[in-house]
C-alpha cells in the first residue's frame, strides 16, 4: 500500500505570510493531488501532477502554486495566506500505470491563517 | 461544472442494520465510481470501488448498487458496526487528467450501539 506523509501536519500562519505544504509518498507513483478540505464542500482538488516536473490546475487553484521536483515530492505553496485560506489539506498519490483511479490520502495538514 | 451529489448528508443506524448511502452524478463520461471511507482526524482511504460497466460489486459487508441509466449508486452497509461510523465519500472519475475524481459532499454515518 502506497505511503504518503505530509509536513507540517498542523501550522499556523499569519495573513500575507509564505506557506509551504510538504508532501512526501514512497511507492514511485506517476500522479500527486492537492485538495483541500471544507465542512460542506468535500474534497476539492487544487493541483495534481503527472510526475516530476510537472503541474496541473486543479478546480480551485486561485492563489496555490504546486512544485513537483521529483517523483516522490509534491509542494503546495501560498505564496500571500489569506484567512479563506484556512483549511485541511490532503495530499494524495496515483499510479498511471495500474490505472491510476485508486489514490492513496496523506494524514492531512491543518492551516489556520490568522 | 460536473457535480457528485450525495444524500443523505448525515445518516444514524443501530448497530446491526443495513445503512444506505446514496450517490447521484451528472456527467456521463464517468466511468469509475470509488467510495472512500474517512475517520475524524485521517485522509481518506478507498473503501471499495465499482466501473460502469457492472451493476453492482460487493466486498464483504459492503456492496455498490450502480444504475448507469439514472446516473445513480448506492452504497449498502449490511449489520452496520459502530466501527464503521465515519463519513463516505462517494466519487467519480472519468479516466482523463491524472485520473481526476471529483468527490461529493460526503454522508456523515453514525452506528449506535
Known amino acids: 500500500e502506497a505511503a504518503v506523509t505530509q509536513s507540517p501536519r498542523n501550522k499556523v500562519a499569519v495573513t500575507g505570510g509564505k506557506v509551504t505544504l510538504s508532501c512526501n509518498q514512497t511507492n514511485n507513483h506517476n500522479n500527486m493531488y492537492w485538495y483541500r478540505q471544507d465542512t460542506g464542500h468535500g474534497l476539492r482538488l487544487i493541483h495534481y501532477s503527472y510526475g516530476a516536473g510537472s503541474t496541473e490546475k486543479g478546480d480551485i487553484p486561485d492563489g496555490y502554486k504546486a512544485s513537483r521536483p521529483s517523483q516522490e515530492n509534491f509542494s503546495l505553496i501560498l505564496e500571500l495566506a489569506t484567512p479563506s485560506q484556512t483549511s485541511v489539506y490532503f495530499c494524495?498519490?496515483?499510479?498511471?500505470?495500474?490505472?491510476?483511479?485508486?489514490?492513496?490520502f496523506g494524514p492531512g495538514t491543518r492551516l489556520t491563517v490568522l | 461544472q460536473q457535480q457528485v451529489r450525495q444524500s443523505p448528508q448525515s445518516l444514524t443506524v443501530w448497530e446491526g442494520e443495513t445503512a444506505i448511502l446514496n450517490c447521484s452524478y451528472e456527467d456521463s463520461t464517468f466511468n469509475y465510481f470509488p467510495w472512500y471511507q474517512q475517520f475524524p482526524g485521517e485522509g481518506p482511504a478507498l473503501l471499495i470501488s465499482?466501473?460502469?460497466?457492472?451493476d453492482k460489486k460487493e466486498d464483504g459487508r459492503f456492496t455498490i448498487f450502480f444504475n448507469k441509466r439514472e446516473k445513480k449508486l448506492s452504497l449498502h452497509i449490511t449489520d452496520s458496526q459502530p466501527g464503521d461510523s465515519a463519513t463516505y465519500f462517494c466519487a467519480a472519475s472519468a479516466g482523463t487528467n491524472a485520473y481526476k475524481v471529483i468527490f461529493g459532499k460526503g454522508t456523515h454515518l453514525h452506528v449506535l450501539p
Open positions: 465499482i466501473r460502469s460497466v457492472s
Open positions: 494524495a498519490s496515483g499510479d498511471a500505470r495500474t490505472g491510476g483511479y485508486e489514490q492513496y
